[in-house]
């Protein structure tokens, strides 16, 4: 399956800055200018998009989904924050019975601003999910991701990121799938 989608809009902070002119700071007593190069700025914009996805049943308890996705935005005036996002990623799920599945998962993403690379990400993903009742459900899981900013100003930004998970969700009202939900994430 898939689609693609074309944008047209007005995007009234394009360079997602603060929107006032100036900022008390206590401890000086004074009140400091923003530099108007780093206030809100507003743009009309044009985008496209489209996403492939493919979801096969390998066995009978064990599926692959696969997809790409690729988002194109220009803006009129403000093009040093034209964007392209380009992602990748893989799941395969195995259902271990009735009540549980585990799911591997895999993206890869790449991130331009103004025609230049600017960040690419990739990550790992492994989480078991149980069914302990049919309102309740438990999960265990892990993760690594890793962060690549790629210009010279922001590349001191890069970082790993490993973490562990568990989580409970309750479903509170069967009806409107009302559920709580509860996760612990211990990381570095």
């Known amino acids: 399956s898939g689609y693609a989608e074309v944008t047209v809009g007005h995007d009234s902070n394009v360079n997602a800055a603060a929107a ?32 492939l996805e493919y979801t096969h049943a390998l066995t009978s ?23 392209r996002a380009a992602e990748v990623q893989a799941a395969l799920t195995h259902r271990l019975d009735e009540q549980s599945l585990i799911q591997y998962s895999g993206r890869f993403s790449d991130y331009e601003l103004d025609n230049a690379s600017y960040r690419d990400t990739a990550s790992l993903v492994a989480q078991w999910n149980r069914r302990l009742s049919l309102r309740t459900r438990v999960s265990l899981g892990g993760e690594a991701h890793r962060i ?7 590349r001191s ?30 990381g570095n």
């Open 20 to 51: 006032v002119s100036s900022v008390f700071v206590p401890g000086l007593g004074n009140e400091l200018a923003i530099d108007p190069s780093l206030m809100a700025r507003a743009d009309d914009l044009v985008g496209l998009g489209g996403v």
């Open 61 to 83: 308890n064990v599926g692959l989904t696969a997809s790409a996705d690729v988002r194109q935005r220009w803006y009129s005036q403000a093009d040093t924050f034209d964007s």
């Open 148 to 154: 690549r900013y790629r210009t010279d100003t922001t």
């Open 157 to 186: 930004s890069s970082s790993d990121l490993y973490a562990a998970s568990a989580g409970v969700t309750y479903v509170l009202q069967p009806a409107t799938l009302t559920a709580a939900s509860a996760s612990l994430y211990l």
